[in-house]
């Protein structure tokens, strides 16, 4: 089962370095070493859409952010991304996000992008085959100290949730993702969008998902998320290093985590901020590896 979702994942990144250029099955297929069926069989089985939906899906969510971040004339982008014209671009649009790419450009509300880019992580599948970890590339959790100045989090908050895994089996993972990334121009520039973390409440600790913003927002909220202001704070932050996340995620989770819920502040001079200040987490394995990050004061 491994080795599915592995090569799976590498269609996907193909197909996302090809999106501009009316990529097919059968060019896919010779890159990634399988049959044209065995591919598209196998992407169907584990990620639960067809390829031609996955890709005009891909291809509407980066024409949405080209219409909202650049001055590139509608008409372009849409050709850009295999449509057959304006016109078929503002149908899909107005179909996806119920306004055109007109309206949407000047005024970029937050909408649900379709698709994002899928990533299989091992959670995905372990309970079926699991992966095997390559421990040489492992190395052991480290802490530091970083100040995070006072912002506002956009996000939904969920105190019978312990963690990523719970909160999104009850919600729509795509739906929520999506409208998060549609916000990325708005998002703090450390709280970043996908910065996501634990609160605490009446002795309770919940998960929450969102986007960071800056102290000063005063901008649309999403339907079903919740603003919160958050002041100023020192974090000791747990980390680890980027790492292999198809093959080692699950143990670098579970050797930062660790650490960081069983570690005494005191050793350092400081006590737990967690009762103004939520906890952090920050999961992007190629370029920072995985943090959690906790608020702290000096004793």
Known sequence: MFEWN?????????????????????????????????????????????????????????????????DERIIDIAVKYGYSSQEALTRAFVSAYGCTPAAYRKKPVPVALSNLKVVFFPEHYIQKGGATMNKTLLTDSHTRVEHIPAHKYIGIWDITSADYMNFFSKRNCDKICGTIDSMSHVSHPIVTCHTAGW???????????????????????????????????????????????LKDCGEVMGRVEKLAWNFDPKTKGYAWNEDICPDYQRHYPEVIGYEVLRPIKKL
Request: hydrophobic share 35%; proline share 6%.
């Open 6 to 70: 592995e090569a799976v994942q590498s269609m996907i990144n193909w197909m996302e370095e090809h999106l501009t250029e009316n990529p097919s099955l059968l060019e896919m297929s010779a890159q990634i070493g399988y049959s044209p069926y065995y591919c598209s069989n196998r992407f169907h089985e584990i990620s639960g859409m067809t390829l031609r939906n996955y890709l005009a899906g891909r291809r509407l969510a980066r024409a949405t952010l080209e219409i909202r971040d650049t």
């Open 199 to 245: 609160f605490h409440e009446n002795g309770q600790r919940g998960y929450f998902y969102g986007f960071g913003v800056p102290d000063d927002y005063d901008g649309d909220i999403p339907e079903g998320f919740e603003i919160k202001s958050i002041p100023a704070s020192d974090y000791l932050v747990f980390f680890h290093p980027p790492f292999d996340y």
